[in-house]
């Protein structure tokens, strides 16, 4: 399935994009390639920052946990990488294309009693080539089918959603985002309110997609889950405390600066930043 | 069986006046099936409703511009009702406030401007004509206009199908995948308005909403699918308007009314025996299967 997918993209992207950015990539050289950089983001609501000057990049085929404690800002930050919210200063790159990047939102606002099948919303994830008009070729349904089966549902592809349990449900979203076919996955909370069984099983999904070259940057808040199941971790608490290798990451000490840091968001009366 | 043939074919051979009623119901049954599902499906049930008084301000104006002159007053009624639909949506998307309060607050507005216009020049009776419709006194332009937004309507549905599904079900995704959403839903409360209007003449713009939504809420406790809802609420909206048109002519009744009240009969019977849960299933106890 991910046969050329991130090779071609990023080429692409980063011959469009280079001569328009500010500082060019070492696109020639570098190996493995950025697929994301953070360059100072500062993204504020209503003039208060929830992610503050945080720079970094994500390493093509990377798996990382984002992590801190509630408030810390992971939610914004995937939006805005995702798209969905303004960056109020600095910049996010990609090293792939704008339209690789695919993301699942820790609620998704649906109407579960909405009269579709399983099939259909896993379809939803061909948007990107199909559009709102063109067919959906054989192919592509196959590929559909393909994601069911391996998200563990197959024989449900004609289940309506809304016979389905919270955990089925978060299953039929990991297909779509299967067929999205995305060099860059988002994933706030994905293991949030579903059984152990089906977290399990997602995890995997999620190696593989990492296997196959994706890039995964996922907000979670089980650190033991963190420390056994992903590489990397980025600890911010609106300000970013550490980044690199999950166990490092998770020290006592980032962990103790990070809650820390997060003591003194009560406080109403804030000053210009002067950074 | 001759009889039956005569009961139910007799008025629409022998009176045109039937003929071209049937036509209207007919044309209007086919657009406002698949419309009528997509604000079920959008829960905006009541939101028919409020258009609909929406559009009296326009035809007011159209009226005391150019008398009763259809063209004119539908023009007016469409102009003002999408600037009320419109104006709703922008409003719901820039400040705090939900669509449906938005909207209540534009239509009532609309409405009693509305009521003003009409009682400046023209009496009560015009106002009633543009609420309830005069049915069997459908002009040849009616005929046109009717036909020709319902045209319309199945066409531009087409287009904007996937995208209104995906826009209903799961708005986030679809602005993440970068779908026009927004454009699909104006597109949508366009055709909304259009048919309201094209339905001015014959069923009034109150009983235009009871052909789109009594259909479409019977179809959704018949079927889970969105195409077959649709299916489904076209039939029963074909059902109502010949049932409705032969009852009135033998009762000597109103007819407008009564293709709604034939559509609320059907309504009635879905929710006591639909398959995708009527009232009947819930009290009908089934032995539950091994797993």
Not at chain 2, 202 to 216: D, K, S, V
Not at chain 2, 275 to 282: A, D, K, P, Q, V
Request: glycine share 10%; with cysteine; proline share 4%.
């Amino acid at each position: 399935m991910g046969r050329g997918l991130v090779g071609n993209p990023i080429e692409a992207a980063l011959s469009r994009a280079a001569p328009h950015e500010s500082r060019p990539w070492p696109a020639s050289q570098a190996q493995p390639v950025d697929v994301l950089r953070l360059d100072d983001v500062t993204i504020a609501y209503d003039r208060h920052p929830v992610v503050h000057h945080i720079s970094g990049a994500f390493e093509g085929g990377s798996l990382t946990a984002l992590v801190g404690p509630n408030g810390a800002g992971k939610s914004t930050l995937l939006k805005a990488i995702a798209g969905l919210l303004p960056v109020t200063a600095g910049a996010i790159r990609f090293g792939i294309d704008r339209g690789a990047v695919a993301y699942l939102p820790q609620v998704v606002d649906v109407d579960r009693s909405f009269p579709l099948r399983v099939v259909d919303v896993v379809d939803f994830g061909h948007w990107r080539k199909v559009g709102a008009l063109r067919r959906l070729s054989g192919e592509d349904r196959a590929v559909s089918v393909a994601a069911i089966a391996s998200v563990g549902l197959a024989g449900l592809e004609h289940q309506p959603i809304g016979k389905l349990s919270v955990g089925q449900f978060q299953r039929v979203l990991f297909a779509r985002l299967m067929v999205q076919e995305a060099a860059l996955i988002l994933l706030d909370e994905p293991f949030n309110a579903i059984d152990q069984k089906t977290a399990a099983d997602l995890m995997n999904v999620v190696r593989d997609w990492q296997t196959e070259g994706r890039t995964v940057v996922a907000a979670l808040h089980d650190l033991e889950q963190v420390r056994r199941d992903f590489p990397d971790a980025l600890l911010m608490a609106r300000e970013l405390v550490a980044w690199g290798p999950a166990r490092q990451t998770l020290s006592d000490e980032n962990l103790e600066r990070a809650r820390h840091l997060a003591a003194s968001w009560t406080d109403p009366a804030a000053a210009i930043c002067a950074r | 069986m001759q009889l039956l043939f005569d009961f139910l074919f007799q008025p629409f051979i022998e009176f045109g006046f039937m003929r071209r009623a049937l036509v209207a119901c007919l044309a209007l049954s086919i657009s406002a099936g698949p419309i009528g599902v997509f604000l079920v499906l959008r829960r905006m049930a009541l939101m028919g409703d409020a258009m609909s008084h929406a559009i009296l301000p326009g035809a007011a104006i159209g009226f005391l511009v150019a008398g009763l002159s259809l063209w004119a007053m539908s023009l007016g009624g469409l102009i003002v009702a999408l600037i009320v639909a419109l104006a709703a949506g922008v409003m719901s998307r820039i400040t705090p406030l939900k669509e449906d309060a938005a909207l209540a607050g534009f239509f009532l507005i609309s409405l009693a401007l509305g009521v003003l216009l009409v009682s400046v020049k023209g009496s009560s009776v015009d106002l009633l004509h543009i609420l309830f419709g005069t049915l069997l006194a459908v002009s040849n332009s009616a005929l046109v206009l009717i036909a020709g937004a319902s045209t319309i309507t199945v066409l531009v549905l087409a287009l904007i199908y996937r995208t209104l599904i995906l826009e209903c079900f799961d708005p986030g995704f679809l602005r993440a995948v970068g779908g026009r959403g927004g454009l699909a839903h104006a597109t949508f409360l366009a055709l909304v308005v259009l048919n309201m209007v094209a339905a001015m003449q014959a069923l009034g713009t109150l009983m235009a909403i009871g052909l789109m939504m009594l259909p479409a809420t019977s179809a959704r406790l018949w079927t889970i699918s969105i195409g077959r809802m649709i299916g489904v609420a076209v039939l029963v909206a074909v059902l109502s308007s010949v049932a409705g048109l032969i009852f009135s002519y033998y009762a000597n009744l109103p007819s407008g009314p009564a293709v709604i009240l034939s559509a609320g009969l059907l309504y009635l019977l879905s929710l006591a025996v639909g398959s995708n849960g009527g009232l009947l299933r819930r009290y009908i106890r089934r032995p539950h299967l091994e797993h």
